[in-house]
């Protein structure tokens, strides 16, 4: 048990919906980060909160948004759904933002675009 | 890109040690070099890092070579459990990471 949950474990929507992925981090942990794993594209890194606010991004689609709350969960807004964002999204964290110290996983969310 | 290159699939008996390569020849002077495996679908999961010298803990061995180009990921004694894509990695302060598509160790009985 890495110590990063995410729910929900499973969704499954239709095309032009929108989804909330949601992530709590490590106790103690101020950074998150966003991946997307679908199957011909591996693991993407998709953006990185640092104690609330926008560190780093990634191949991040305009359509994805978002946000660190003061108590350091995540989410991730997906909107205007597409077949081809069928994936896997997990959520890390990490204690700094800036250290050499691991980031840890969480099981992922899978989602499925019908 | 990634800016690891792996093997892409290993076997290895059960019992033995399983010896995981991975070149990094364009590493810089700050990044470290971080393995992870993935099994089946789950989240990947963290398994060592290092900087210049050697490193062990309960899961694995990791060794990097003087200038620093290349790693090798050692599982000691090789479980069945331990089947899974093994992830090499090289980060800057642990960010941002990038996956390449990693080796698929397979142990076999």
């Known amino acids: 048990d890495s110590g990063v949950t995410q729910t929900p474990k499973h969704l499954i929507t239709a095309t032009g919906q929108r989804v909330t992925l949601r992530c709590s981090p490590r106790?103690?942990?101020?950074?998150v980060y966003w991946y997307q794993q679908s199957l011909d594209q591996g693991l993407q890194f998709l953006i990185q909160y640092y104690n609330g606010e926008e560190r780093a991004k990634g191949n991040i689609l305009e359509r994805f948004s978002a946000q660190q709350f003061p108590d350091l969960h995540s989410e991730l807004n997906l909107s205007s759904l597409e077949l081809g964002d069928s994936a896997l999204y997990f959520c890390?964290?990490?204690?700094?933002?800036?250290?050499?110290?691991?980031?840890?996983f969480g099981d992922g969310t899978r989602l499925s675009i019908l | 890109d990634a800016k690891t290159t792996q093997p892409t699939s290993m076997d290895c008996a059960e019992g033995r040690a399983a010896n995981l390569p991975c070149n990094h020849s364009t590493i810089s002077g700050n990044e470290y070099v971080y393995w992870y495996r993935q099994i089946h679908s789950q989240g990947p999961q963290y398994i060592i890092h290092?900087?210049?010298n050697n490193e062990t803990n309960e899961m694995a061995s990791l060794i990097i070579t003087e200038d620093r180009k290349s790693s090798t990921l050692i599982l000691p004694h090789a479980t069945l459990r331990d089947t899974a894509v093994y992830y090499c990695i090289v980060s800057h302060y642990g960010q941002n990471f990038v996956f390449g598509p990693g080796t698929r160790l397979s142990v076999l009985p």
């Open positions: 890390a964290s990490s204690v700094e933002g800036r250290s050499n110290q691991p980031q840890h």
């Open positions: 106790s103690g942990d101020l950074s």
């Open positions: 290092g900087l210049k």
